[in-house]
């Protein structure tokens, strides 16, 4: 596993600050990136309401996991609360990023889980896509339900707001960002076509487990 430093992290979470623009998974300033920095209790967030083109290392705010800045004269994401609260209660988490993609959050205003459609959904995210219970955007309230809903899985919805993606990596989490969208988007079309088949627990839980132990150099 590849450790980088606290300069290097935040030149990755600006790109993909890009990224998430470029693959029309955010607009304008919506959503926020966060990525946990190694071997201390803190972690780099995106600042709140600047453009994800305009970013700058120094624009970045790093905190520790009381939710004090540690270094950063930029005010933190309003959602800096959900990503410290993942981090603590997921210690296999290094990165967060919060979309609003156009398919997802359809579910996510409809209060409906996206449910394990497509292998990769089993492989990557480790199942369904559930929904968080509805809570105002910063609220302690949000954090806890976001943090509840994603129980071991690596997304969730947060009901009538976005997207929720972790990952091992903010590489990883922006493949689940993107993996999200395009499973709203299958599921959708799938239930226009016919009756969508889903997968069971037990192929699910295979094609997690072969997923992380073979898959990949």
């Given at each position: 596993?590849?450790?980088?430093?606290?300069?290097?992290?935040?030149?990755?979470?600006?790109?993909?600050?890009?990224?998430?623009?470029?693959?029309?998974?955010?607009?304008?300033?919506?959503?926020?990136?966060?990525?946990?920095?190694?071997?201390?209790?803190?972690?780099?967030?995106?600042p709140s309401g600047m453009p994800?083109?305009?970013?700058?290392?120094?624009?970045?705010?790093?905190?520790?996991?009381?939710?004090?800045?540690?270094?950063?004269?930029?005010?933190?994401?309003?959602?800096?609360?959900?990503?410290?609260?993942?981090?603590?209660?997921?210690?296999?988490?290094?990165?967060?990023?919060?979309?609003?993609?156009?398919?997802?959050?359809?579910?996510?205003?409809?209060?409906?889980?996206?449910?394990?459609?497509?292998?990769?959904?089993?492989?990557?995210?480790?199942?369904?896509?559930?929904?968080?219970?509805?809570?105002?955007?910063?609220?302690?309230?949000?954090?806890?339900?976001?943090?509840?809903?994603?129980?071991?899985?690596?997304?969730?919805?947060?009901?009538?707001?976005?997207?929720?993606?972790?990952?091992?990596?903010?590489?990883?989490?922006?493949?689940?960002a993107v993996l999200v969208e395009?499973?709203?988007?299958?599921?959708?079309?799938?239930?226009?076509?016919?009756?969508?088949?889903?997968?069971?627990?037990?192929?699910?839980?295979?094609?997690?487990?072969?997923?992380?132990?073979?898959?990949?150099?």
């Amino acid at each position: 596993m590849i450790i980088y430093s606290a300069l290097q992290l935040k030149d990755q979470i600006i790109d993909t600050g890009k990224k998430l623009v470029d693959h029309r998974l955010v607009v304008a300033t919506w959503g926020n990136i966060s990525s946990r920095v190694p071997k201390k209790p803190q972690y780099i967030v995106t600042p709140s309401g600047m453009p994800y083109h305009e970013l700058k290392p120094g624009d970045l705010v790093t905190m520790n996991l009381d939710g004090e800045i540690v270094e950063g004269n930029r005010k933190p994401s309003t959602e800096a609360k959900m990503h410290q609260e993942i981090y603590k209660g997921r210690p296999d988490v290094s990165a967060v990023i919060h979309t609003h993609s156009n398919y997802a959050c359809a579910f996510a205003v409809a209060r409906e889980h996206i449910p394990p459609v497509l292998e990769e959904a089993a492989q990557l995210i480790g199942g369904a896509v559930e929904v968080a219970q509805y809570a105002l955007p910063g609220t302690n309230e949000l954090a806890s339900n976001t943090v509840r809903a994603l129980e071991n899985r690596n997304a969730v919805l947060m009901a009538n707001h976005g997207v929720v993606a972790v990952g091992k990596s903010l590489h990883e989490a922006l493949t689940v960002a993107v993996l999200v969208e395009k499973l709203a988007q299958v599921f959708l079309t799938a239930k226009i076509l016919g009756t969508p088949h889903i997968l069971d627990d037990l192929e699910i839980k295979i094609l997690r487990e072969n997923f992380l132990k073979s898959y990949g150099q």
